[in-house]
């Protein structure tokens, strides 16, 4: 069992011993009570709200008691130089509505409440409700409109981004936080997305980077935003990565990037750079029409499942010589993308299915998507960075932790790693 899960089961160990403390018959004569005199049992007025106002006033004279030493009305306070001096009444959001409390005061005015924090105006899991909507792709407004509609919660768009606010320095570490020394396989992926820029909105790249560790977990390694790719771009994204802890990189693949396969073999001279089958496919297809794509697809697969360069050369002139001259425009993304599509040759099947596609990497890109493609665009990077990173932390839960999932077939590619390239994988 993970830490995680010890901490969750000792949290809800805790709250059923909380719960049983009251006797089935207090709770019946507390919802009697409630029935007879008209309280409803939720709401802003209701039972439970009247509840979680009088556990967080005594919780807050708990911990004055705590902070002054002495139990109210205790002789021990006389001459201690500090004293209670009265409350104060505040209004505070939680997820039973607004809920009314006196917070207690020392005449010194060194009280500092836990529970119910100076100048804070929530408590509970508000915060959390609302990064967690925000990270599921719902604007400032909407979650401004849902938190009235279900908490009768007033708030505003632009307290909504304060507290989202929040990540931007665990956004800061994550980006530079350290990284291991060698990936055996790193995929580089982009989603468009449209950000307020000079004050025209403008069509923007969100690149990520996910490595696969000798272990065949896969992390994201970072999301560097830009509006245009190159040579410059792609050696600073690299270089950063180098600059915390990363050394070497066996295959690298990507969707044929501009400038990306000269940058990565500038940074890591031995680097096998691999472009996305399926994306040469795919960029194939946009030059076919409906009725030969079937027959296009077949003679491509010739290509791709070829058993070495040599076959798969001539698997490409068939395919030029029998649609060469009606797609001129397919036959041409098979050449571009040539020099870095050969490699996956020498591969053996084990390898070929990981590295031959992205879909890794589309598969986090596609759930990015969908919580991007609500917003008609961004005010700057920062906020797009902050959806992004929230996204992919929900992600990464779901996933069960971090690095996310293993790799189907990781040991068999790994032995074929350690063959092909030796003494690198130390």
């Not at 805790?14 to 409630?34: G, Q, T, Y």
């Not at 130089?81 to 039973?96: C, F, H, I, L």
């Not at 560790?213 to 790719?229: F, H, P, Q, S, Y």
Request: proline share 4%; aromatic share 6%.
């Amino acid at each position: 069992m993970s830490e995680q899960e010890k901490v969750v089961d000792s949290s809800d160990e805790a709250a059923r011993r909380l719960a049983a403390v009251l006797s089935d018959e207090a709770i019946d004569n507390l919802l009697a009570d409630a029935e007879s005199s008209g309280t409803p049992v939720d709401g802003v007025h209701g039972l439970l709200n009247r509840l979680t106002s009088r556990v967080l006033e005594r919780a807050l004279e708990t911990e004055m008691t705590d902070h002054l030493g002495y139990e109210p009305g205790d002789p021990a306070g006389r001459g201690s130089g500090n004293s209670r001096n009265g409350r104060s009444a505040k209004t505070v959001a939680t997820t039973a509505g607004p809920v009314n409390v006196t917070v207690p005061r020392d005449r010194n005015s060194t009280f500092a409440p836990q529970i119910v924090p100076k100048h804070s105006r929530r408590v509970g899991a508000i915060e959390d409700i609302i990064l967690s909507l925000y990270a599921r792709g719902l604007s400032t407004r909407e979650i401004e409109a849902h938190l009235k509609e279900i908490y009768d919660i007033n708030t505003s768009p632009a307290l909504i981004s304060k507290i989202t606010d929040v990540v931007v320095d665990e956004i800061t570490l994550w980006q530079n936080r350290p990284v291991d020394e060698v990936y055996p396989i790193v995929y580089v992926d982009a989603i468009r997305i449209r950000v307020r820029d000079r004050g025209s909105v403008t069509l923007k790249s969100a690149h990520l980077v996910v490595g696969v560790d000798v272990d065949g977990l896969k992390d994201v390694l970072g999301i560097w935003i830009a509006a245009e790719e190159g040579a410059k771009f792609w050696a600073h994204v690299l270089t950063q990565l180098r600059n915390r802890g990363l050394r070497d990189v066996l295959i690298l693949c990507c969707d044929g990037l501009t400038g990306l396969p000269d940058a990565a073999r500038s940074v890591f001279d031995k680097v096998t750079v691999q472009t996305c089958v399926v994306h040469v496919i795919r960029n194939t297809m946009r030059f076919i029409s409906y009725g030969d794509r079937k027959k296009v697809a077949t003679a491509m697969r010739h290509i791709y499942t070829a058993p070495g360069v040599a076959a798969a050369e001539i698997a490409l002139k068939e395919f030029e010589q029998n649609f060469g001259q009606q797609y001129p425009g397919a036959i041409e993304v098979w050449k571009n993308a040539w020099n870095e599509f050969i490699p996956f040759l020498d591969y053996p099947a084990e390898l070929r299915r990981i590295v031959y596609t992205t879909n890794l990497i589309e598969s986090i890109n596609y759930q990015l998507r969908k919580i991007t493609k609500t917003r008609g665009h961004f005010p700057d990077d920062d906020a797009a960075m902050k959806l992004l990173f929230l996204g992919i932390r929900n992600i990464s839960r779901k996933r069960g932790g971090a690095s996310g999932t293993g790799t189907h077939g990781w040991k068999k590619a790994l032995n074929f790693l350690v063959v092909e390239f030796p003494g690198r994988l130390t």
